[in-house]
């Protein structure tokens, strides 16, 4: 330790030079005893004695003296600029986030959850704040805190308030969810809470001084996540969390068989985050009954994975679960998938000849394609999708209808002005069904596009700048989708989107044909469902026993979006008609348990953990001033009570 460690300004106390000063003048003075006299003639050695008396004298103890002593050390102090090392900060705003993913739920080795821990460390955030009264903090200062909890979205718990009882309520009440961390949407938050806008003709943000972000955590969170924290000017990571056993299902999926026999594979994907090795059995249970039972050896902070064969004709609810194993986190211990194998489409291609076409719907086992030409073209009641490719009838059939190149002007799409020539992409829904995240367009590269004019019912699919390239409708009687474009004067047959948009189409409407649903869904996504036509209400029913009321009749696609639960969700129309979907944590980074001690943020930064809220300096040369006033004024009353005593 040296002097910069308590004082921010330790050139002043050279200052401390001064105290000898004063105790030269307490040598100097001479005390002497009043005496009444007749004459001087007869003390003339007296007066001599007031010439030449010496400098100095003995000094004697003076509690005047002791007193100025004191108060100019105080003041040196003061001018210094001393300070202490106090946990808190008054007067600030502190945007306190609480890991409330999956990883969460992980019990330490005291049998307690990183959740719980997680909740006393913010209990004692709210402590160390400031109330505005404490001799240690700014006189009148008040510390406000506002509780966001970090899941698929932010939980906003508790605005921004100085008042601690909230506060406590808001922290005690936390649950963590079957998600992932993700900050893409508190990136905003963030942004507005941690900077202030500063004035000129430039618009610029700088670091907001009194705001600071207390990030509750057992570090496991994607690079994504990282990137948005690396944007944070004042930023402190509490990290709780120590075990590191555990082994979790992180895929489960249902797919046709590559052997060509009439099976289906359900494809199980498992992560080992402990650093020893494990073997682990897995159970595929069909309807309550035990199918098959595999071995698979994980190596140490390893992956693996086995596949379970069902034949065809097997219908119902899948479950994989880990047969006779404890860990400390349980809820990636059991997936769920819903085995409901599609059936067969008859598919009607009208055109006048497109190979990139015919190719792609004809490699589906699924289809059963017929081909005609234009002209030719009667009717659709016998197909249960068609295809119009550089082609629109007059009155647009009820069913599954794609066009291509061309428009249904019956129901309301228009055509405005000449062809776009070469328009670029420029966004695309990632929400929609056909079109979901794991797909780019970015390479989709087209020659020449109609700009069309969409009705009220219609959704955007793919986007440029002056026209929709692929655009969804749905009504009572149709579910359309419209591609704007010749695809044979394009490069989208040999981009990855083309075969994978179209199998998403097949998948979405033989399911729809069949009432089944898509084999697992990831908790925090959302899951679009197509209802039946006569569906106007739906129940969904979540895990947990909680039932939430959905309407159907304003928009045909329902989007559900109350996934934070693992579990089979069921969806019960007032038709009648019930979809069980399953949802599970199928998440890599929150089997992977392992805590992070240190934010490896992007640009190098580096911010350590600590068990609690981060020491901060805090001046306290004010309290040393008070302190001097007080002696400067017993030092008075002592000097008025001898002068008149």
């Known amino acids: 330790m040296n002097l910069f460690s308590f004082f921010l300004n330790p050139a002043m106390l050279g200052f401390l030079a001064l105290l000898p000063l004063i105790v030269l003048m307490y040598l100097l003075k001479l005390k002497r005893r009043p005496m009444l006299v007749p004459s001087t003639l007869l003390w003339r050695r007296a007066v ?54 999956a990883s969460m739920q992980a019990r330490e080795s005291d049998g307690r959850t990183r959740l719980d821990h997680a909740k006393d460390a913010a209990l004692r955030a709210v402590e160390e704040m400031s109330t505005g009264n404490r001799f240690l903090g700014t006189i009148g200062a008040r510390d406000e805190m506002m509780i966001l909890g970090i899941a698929n979205r932010p939980i906003p718990l508790q605005p921004m ?33 941690t900077r202030i806008r500063t004035t000129g003709d ?13 990030l509750i955590s057992d570090g ?34 249902v797919r046709e068989s590559f052997s060509g026999s009439f099976q289906y594979e359900v494809f199980t994907s498992l992560l080992n985050s402990s650093d020893e090795d494990r073997t682990v059995y897995l159970e595929l249970v069909v309807d309550n009954e035990v199918l098959d039972v595999k071995r698979v050896d994980l190596p140490a902070e390893g992956s693996g994975g086995t596949v379970f064969l069902v034949g065809e004709d097997m219908r119902g609810l899948a479950v994989v679960r880990l047969a006779n194993h404890t860990d400390a986190l349980s809820r990636d211990d059991v997936a769920y998938a819903v085995i409901a194998p599609p059936s067969e489409m008859r598919v009607l291609l009208v055109s006048r000849g497109n190979p990139f076409l015919e190719r792609v719907l004809a490699v589906d086992p699924r289809v059963r394609l017929s081909v005609t030409r234009s002209d030719g073209y009667t009717s659709a009641d016998d197909y249960d999708m068609v295809v119009f490719d550089r082609f ?4 647009t059939p009820p069913g599954n209808i794609v066009y291509i190149n061309d428009i249904p002007r019956d129901l309301g799409f228009e055509l405005e002005g000449d062809p776009l020539k070469t328009p670029r992409v420029m966004d695309w829904s990632r929400v929609h069904s056909l079109t979901p995240q794991f797909i780019s367009f970015d390479g989709m590269v087209v020659g020449e596009s109609l700009r069309i004019s969409l009705p009220p019912q219609a959704t955007s699919l793919v986007q440029t700048e002056e026209t929709d390239l692929i655009s969804y409708y749905e009504s009572d009687n149709n579910r359309i989708v419209v591609i704007g474009f010749d695809i044979t004067r394009s490069y989208w047959p040999i981009d990855a989107s083309f075969p994978v948009f179209f199998t998403n189409l097949l998948d979405e409407w033989s399911r729809v044909r069949s009432g089944a649903v898509s084999a697992a869904y990831r908790t925090g996504s959302t899951i679009a469902v197509i209802p039946p036509r006569e569906a106007t209400t739906a129940i969904l029913r979540t895990p947990s026993g909680e039932r939430i009321p959905h309407l159907t009749d304003e928009m045909r696609t329902m989007y559900l979006t ?24 199928s998440s890599t980074q929150e089997s992977n348990i392992v805590p992070q001690p240190t934010l490896e943020l992007p640009g190098g930064r580096q911010v350590e953990g600590t068990s609690s809220t981060t020491a901060r300096n805090r001046e306290i040369w004010f309290l040393l001033v008070l302190v001097i006033l007080g002696v400067l004024m017993l030092e008075w009353y002592i000097y008025t009570k001898r002068s008149f005593a």
Request: charged content about 20%.
């Open 392 to 395: 629109a009838p007059a009155v």
């Open 202 to 214: 430039d618009v610029l943000f700088e670091p907001n001084p009194r705001a600071r972000v207390v």
């Open 220 to 253: 496991v969170i994607g690079a994504q996540a990282k990137e948005v924290l690396a944007e944070v000017p004042r930023l402190d990571y509490i990290h709780v969390g120590e075990t590191t056993d555990n082994v979790g299902i992180t895929l489960v999926d």
């Open 562 to 585: 109350e996934t934070t639960e693992a579990g089979i969700y069921t969806l019960i129309f007032d038709t009648g008609w019930e979809n069980e979907l399953a949802v599970n944590l």
């Open 161 to 193: 308030t100085s008042d601690q009882a909230m506060l406590r309520a808001a922290i005690r009440s936390m649950q963590a969810t079957d998600t992932q961390a993700d900050l893409r949407d508190t990136a905003r938050i963030l942004e507005e809470r």
């Open 48 to 101: 001599e004695d007031l010439v030449a008396n010496s400098p100095f004298q003995k000094l004697r103890n003076n509690l005047l003296m002791w007193l100025q002593l004191l108060a100019l050390l105080l003041l040196v102090l003061a001018l210094a600029r001393p300070v202490m090392n106090i946990t808190g900060t008054s007067g600030e705003s502190i945007i306190l986030m609480v890991d409330l993913s």
